[in-house]
């Protein structure tokens, strides 16, 4: 074998080996070259999503306000409409329980006169027979405007006192009671002068 041959085995190993190396350094490359695109690629993808949703959202909203405002523009005259109509039947339902002893008096055959106002926890009590001397009645009166008559809890209370006649009249005599009131009270100044 002569020099020759072995120069050129010996060169095409070495090219060979260059080759490898070159492959294996375009392979890391190419790699490289694709991690980057990739990174890329996903950075202008989230900014240009990031940008798209933004706009929709923007868009969206403008949608959704545009439809807000046209609806309330159409239901603000309805809605006026019916908070007046709720502010008169309130108005009227409380004139109407003013009123009430005159539409009520005669059906039971009671004077005006003997209405009394209390509000709560009863509208009305009347003192039937009082103005005109026959033998009084008491009557106490619930007066309902809306459409049901049910009564709460406190009203309930209040009519099955009356109704199981736990009923008192008592007669107080004030000056009785000051006196009572100014009585312990020095009681209680004498026990905290002593101790």
């Not at 545009?66 to 039947?89: F, G, P, Y």
């Not at 004077?111 to 033998?135: I, M, N, Q, T, W």
Request: glycine share 4%.
């Amino acid at each position: 074998m002569g020099i020759g041959l072995i120069l050129s085995i010996f060169l095409m190993i070495i090219i060979v080996l260059i080759i490898i190396s070159y492959s294996r350094r375009i392979n890391k490359i190419q790699e490289e070259s694709k991690r980057q695109a990739q990174e890329m690629f996903s950075q202008w993808t989230q900014q240009h999503s990031n940008e798209l949703r933004t706009q929709i959202e923007q868009s969206v909203e403008m949608k959704y306000k545009a439809m807000l405002e046209q609806w309330t523009i159409q239901k603000e005259s309805e809605i006026r409409k019916d908070a007046v109509t709720k502010s008169i039947n309130t108005l009227l339902g409380k004139i109407s329980e003013e009123f009430a002893p005159i539409f009520i008096a005669q059906k039971y055959s009671i004077s005006p006169k003997d209405f009394r106002h209390l509000g709560s926890p009863v509208d009305f009590v009347a003192f039937k027979g009082l103005s005109d001397e026959s033998e009084p009645e008491i009557i106490f009166f619930e007066i309902k405007t809306g459409k049901s008559s049910a009564l709460t809890e406190r009203e309930r209370k209040i009519r099955d006192a009356i109704v199981a006649k736990r009923v008192k009249y008592e007669v107080i005599n004030l000056n009785s009671l000051v006196e009572d009131a100014k009585r312990k009270i020095s009681e209680e100044i004498d026990k905290v002068t002593k101790e």
